[in-house]
């Protein structure tokens, strides 16, 4: 059987995830969506940066992919700063009676907790009204820290804390948007940011804390943040912008899952944008890796590097898109609703051997 898959955005991630698409078997690209006219027209293949035609043409006609009716839709688009805006369009998708699998908003992969149920029971609803369901996920929020730690858990005879990290050098990240406007680099170290506004860092990575604890039944009392930034120490060229000297250019936050006066879960980002900053802050194996920590019997250290052509940021944004597109089979076979990790069986990359 063949699912047939309509991909909404090709901008960082949505870009890869046409190139996934376009390598499964199983998958039937029938529709491309983008933002603007500079790339409506164009051939799905020269968007993907292959060197082949598909025969898919790209538009900005919203309506006509929804009215192809495909099985699934790949929704990549920036959603961090349009937050409300892209669930309804997520709702809207829901409703017409199509599957979606989404890099964002990222607190919909385990909104329970996070949000309350006023947020939530609006998309539960299109979904149940579309006979369709919702999966949200990625590298981060997503299989990083989610399936990951869980998996290294099953080992463990006892567990008194678990960390995930992400240890990243984000100066080849290609998304000026995230960093300086989202995350505030380059901007003064008294300014706050959207992602350093308050509640927002537990907004979108608490769903992490409170997803894995509800897998390893455990009880929370809170979940907090705190974050630290340090400035460049000379200036740094990044995404083609410079980083002045004493503009922030190095940050970390941590969201911990607390009962009583216990750190029991704990999610971390240490991001620089040059690897000589922070020396005291927790190093990435190599030039960036995800890492998982379990305190307890025995304890547990699994770092995991990635590169895409030498490059782990781009190797991450190719993680992301190919984690959506892996699991649009087991999306579409699961029952209405909203999804979450451990409501999937677990996805492979079937049918990718050359």
Known sequence: MKYRVVQWSTGNVGHYALRSILARPELDLVGVWVSGPEKAGKDAGELAGLDRETGVIATTDAQSLLDLRPDCIVYTA????????????????????????????????????????????????????????????????????????????????????????????????????????????????????LLLQPGVLTLAWGSVVRQLAAALDVELDTVTQEFERLPATEDLTVCGRTVAAGSAAALRFQITGRRGDRSLISLEHVTRLHPDLAPDWPQPTGKGCYRVEIKGSPDYQLDLQLYADGDHAEAGVIGTAARLVSAIPAVVQARSGLLTATDLPLTTGRGLFS
């Open 78 to 193: 920036m959603a961090d700063d349009r937050l409300l805006e892209a669930v309804e369009d997520l709702k809207s998708f829901l409703r017409a009676g199509i599957n979606v699998v989404s890099s964002s908003p990222v607190f919909l992969q385990f909104p329970y907790g996070t949000l309350p149920d006023e947020a939530i029971d609006p998309i539960i609803e299109a979904a149940r009204e579309g006979g369709t369901s919702l999966w949200v996920n990625g590298i981060d929020p997503g299989w990083a820290n989610d399936w990951l730690p869980l998996l290294l858990s099953s080992g463990a005879e006892r567990i008194d804390a678990l960390i995930c990290s992400e240890i990243m050098d984000y100066s080849t990240y290609d998304n000026p948007k995230v960093l300086f406007d989202i995350m505030g680099f380059g901007g003064a170290l008294d300014e706050s940011p």
